[in-house]
Each structure stands twice: as C-alpha cells, then as structure tokens.
C-alpha cells in the first residue's frame, strides 16, 4: 500500500521525471536521502516502471495513429502465444490490450503514413491467422497523458 508520501512522489515523477531528487524531496516534504530510498523502493517493487523521455510523435516520423480491433476464431493457448510472438516483432505496435466483448484484442499502432500502415496490415494478417482486423484512423489527438491521476490528499 502507497502511502501519502509515496503518491507525491510518484504524482511529481510523472510530471517530470527529470527533476533532481533534491527537488522532488522539497515537494514531498523529506530530506533527499529517504526521499531517494523510496524512489529506489518503488522501482524495485515494480511501482515505478521505468524513466522515459515523451516525444511528439509526428516530428520523428509517426503522423498516423491507427487503432485496430481483432476478432480472433481461435483460443487456444498456442494461438495466444503465436499471436503475441507475432506482436513482438512488429514494432509499430504501441500497446495491445486484450479485451472483453465483441472484439477480442485492441492494438495503437504508430505509423508515418496510409502506405506504411498498409505494410504493416499486410505483415500482421501474415503472421498469425484473424477472424477479422477493423481499423480505426486517428484525425486528431485531442488529450494524451501518461500520468494516472494518483490521489495525493490526505487520507
């Protein structure tokens, strides 16, 4: 369980995760030793995940978000694995998540353009057999965050 200070931390690293220790230290209220002890903590415990830089992904060549549903006629554990070998290999592929419903996988897909994002189309339903792949272009990002809204009131 996270406590009060725990969540300041981690509230402050998603915001910027650049920031020194000592200031992150002044934010939370501690001294920058236990304040780097528990940074350290939440890393290990598998809390905090990693440190990224966010890029805007039209100025490095991805202009073209694309999510795509998948209906899938097989699920057995083989086809499941194959399915995220597949995945593994196909570097466009930004998140995928298995779902609940009538589609069985949701996949964001980061692309330059139409034409790269048919490559990759072609290369996906090559590699592992679909019942179906709906695609669904994005026209606009209108919000993007990677920060969790973590409560850091009181308790």
Partial sequence: MLDLIDRK?????QRDATLSVAHISERVGLSPTPCWKRIQK????????GRVALVAPEEVGFGLTVFV???VGDHTPEWRTSFTQAIETLPE???VYRMAGEIDYMLRVAVADMAVYDAFYQRLTELVRLKNVTSHFAMERIKSSTAYPVDTTTR
Avoid: D, R, Y
Avoid at 9 to 13: G, N, S, Y
Avoid at 42 to 49: D, N, R, S
């Fill in 93 to 95: 592929v930004m998140e």
């Fill in 42 to 49: 939440l890393e290990q415990a598998g809390v905090i995940l």
């Fill in 69 to 71: 549903s998948i209906e």
């Fill in 9 to 13: 931390i981690i509230a402050e690293l």
